[in-house]
């Protein structure tokens, strides 16, 4: 059974930074795309960053590029997502999930996360 666990939302300060955890049961996270999207109140999802499997090659949404960073620790077969300079429109629900194909289409993830709640907010 896949189970992807979304850790290391919170309050944090605009300006702030945050490390959220994507820890992966039931499947490899090097054999996976894994995205991080995130869902603000009364608006629809959005990818936000991507790591391909394997080679590991990165993308990031514009909004977020310079600020965010995505990485994979095979040995803990999790993948991270680190924020700093945090904004108030960064707040919202991230999600990770994992694609076996090569990249991370929001409508086309094969295992999603319940979610970790980030706000930003002073």
């Known amino acids: 059974q896949v189970q992807l666990v979304e850790s290391g939302g919170g309050l944090v300060q605009p300006g702030g930074s945050l490390r959220l955890s994507c820890a992966a049961s039931?499947?490899?996270?090097?054999?996976?795309?894994i995205g991080w999207f995130r869902q603000a109140p009364g608006k629809e999802r959005e990818g936000v960053s991507c790591?391909?499997?394997?080679?590991?090659?990165?993308s990031y949404a514009d909004s977020v590029k310079g600020r965010f960073t995505i990485s994979r620790d095979n040995a803990k077969n999790t993948v991270y997502l680190q924020m700093n300079s945090l904004k108030s429109e960064d707040t919202g629900v991230y999600y990770c999930?994992?694609?076996?194909?090569?990249?991370?289409?929001?409508?086309?993830?094969?295992?999603w996360g319940k979610g970790t709640l980030v706000t930003v907010s002073s």
């Open positions: 999930a994992a694609n076996f194909g090569g990249s991370c289409p929001p409508r086309g993830m094969d295992y």
């Open positions: 039931g499947l490899t996270v090097n054999y996976y795309a």
């Open positions: 790591i391909s499997r394997r080679e590991g090659m990165t």
